[in-house]
T-cell receptor, first 112, second 115 residues
Framework: DAGVTQSPTHLIKTRGQHVTLRCSPI?????VSWYQQVLGQGPQFIFQ???????GRGNFPDRFSARQFPNYSSELNVNALLLGDSALYLC???????????FGSGTRLTVV | GNSVTQMEGPVTLSEEAFLTINCTYT??????LFWYVQYPGEGLQLLLK?????DKGSNKGFEATYRKETTSFHLEKGSVQVSDSAVYFC??????????????FGRGTQLTVWP
């Protein structure tokens, strides 16, 4: 079975540009969460979606947005990129059975 | 509020040494507790979890016991291997058994094991 897949794996963008990151959850998982991991720190929660509705939002500016599609895949969008947005962006999916969260390998975003 | 505090690293051990990585938490409800491991260049992998007080999570020789009285979830392994070298994250989910809440992570502890 495929795990959580994220694309692209690496990305380099210029300040002020926009970026879209994509995530496909494990088959049957209806919840997708996004985390930002800055180098040397623990992941910070950005968004959670369940059944295409936003269920939680972390302390991130409005430049960050996300959505979930009918097939439960998800996109994270970041506008007006800043140097400080450089990080590993992780997607996690989960089911309602309380089995925990499964993370993808992440997208490494570098803003120059 | 909810937060996790991990012992700062890096931790450097020789192969077959005993490992302890301390983790304490603050939570507003009845949290579930997790340890995740991150190998270089990869995402997070769930190592073990515990959902209520006195539960012991275990996997691949690693263990951690949910201690409500000391609000702790320390990670231990009796004999580490070179392949255990990675960054270890302690995390909590505020709502026991729920998978619709966010995870709160500690800063991570880098473990390096020398042969």
């Amino acid at each position: 079975d495929a795990g959580v897949t994220q694309s692209p794996t690496h990305l380099i963008k210029t300040r002020g540009q926009h970026v879209t990151l994509r995530c496909s959850p494990i088959s049957g998982h209806k919840s997708v969460s996004w985390y930002q991991q800055v180098l040397g720190q623990g992941p910070q929660f950005i968004f959670q979606y369940y059944e295409k509705e936003e269920r939680g939002r972390g302390n991130f500016p409005d430049r960050f947005s996300a959505r979930q599609f009918p097939n439960y895949s998800s996109e994270l969008n970041v506008n007006a990129l800043l140097l400080g947005d450089s990080a590993l962006y992780l997607c996690a999916s989960s089911s309602r059975q309380g089995l925990g969260y499964t993370f993808g390998s992440g997208t490494r975003l570098t803003v120059v | 509020g909810n937060s996790v505090t991990q012992m700062e690293g890096p931790v450097t051990l020789s192969e077959e040494a005993f490992l302890t990585i301390n983790c304490t938490y603050t939570a507003t409800g009845y949290p579930s507790l997790f340890w995740y491991v991150q190998y270089p260049g990869e995402g997070l992998q769930l190592l073990l979890k515990a959902t209520k007080a006195d539960d012991k999570g275990s996997n691949k020789g690693f263990e951690a016991t949910y201690r409500k009285e000391t609000t702790s979830f320390h990670l231990e392994k009796g004999s580490v291997q070179v392949s255990d070298s990675a960054v270890y994250f302690c995390a909590l989910s505020p709502d026991r058994g729920s998978t619709l809440g966010r995870l709160y992570f500690g800063r991570g502890t880098q473990l390096t094991v020398w042969p």
